[in-house]
Nanobody, 121 residues
Framework: QVQLVESGGGLVQPGGSLRLSCTAS????????VNWYRQAPGKEREMVAQ???????NYADSVKGRFAISRDNAKDTVYLQMNSLKPEDTAVYYC???????????????WGQGTQVTVSS
């Protein structure tokens, strides 16, 4: 089974930066998309960044110009670089990967366990 593990969260002051990592393990035959979501207390989960093989990355309006998603295939890792952080960026951040472990089974949506990002002075 595919497993995703996020890391890199923590406490940062407004205006600071963090880089989140999402490392995949297990048998991955192919990947259709990798996404970053976040969920703040009392709020719905929202997509903040997405990368696919067929298009440029997509970002939520609230993070455009501040966040950047990237992939290092050699390390099986996807990153979310977060700059100019604001208190409203405080949330649990999750990586999500649409993948399959063989060509003969359906695509599945895999989720990491989440990592807490807190932006506060």
């Amino acid at each position: 089974q595919v497993q995703l593990v996020e890391s890199g969260g923590g406490l940062v002051q407004p205006g600071g930066s963090l880089r989140l990592s999402c490392t995949a393990s297990g048998s991955i035959f192919s990947t259709a998309a990798v996404n970053w979501y976040r969920q703040a207390p009392g709020k719905e989960r929202e997509m903040v960044a997405q990368i696919t093989s067929g298009s440029m990355p997509n970002y939520a309006d609230s993070v455009k110009g501040r966040f950047a998603i990237s992939r290092d295939n050699a390390k099986d890792t996807v990153y979310l670089q977060m700059n100019s952080l604001k208190p409203e960026d405080t949330a649990v951040y999750y990586c999500n990967q649409i993948a399959r472990s063989s060509a003969t089974i359906p695509w599945f949506s895999y989720w990491g366990q989440g990592t807490q990002v807190t932006v506060s002075s």
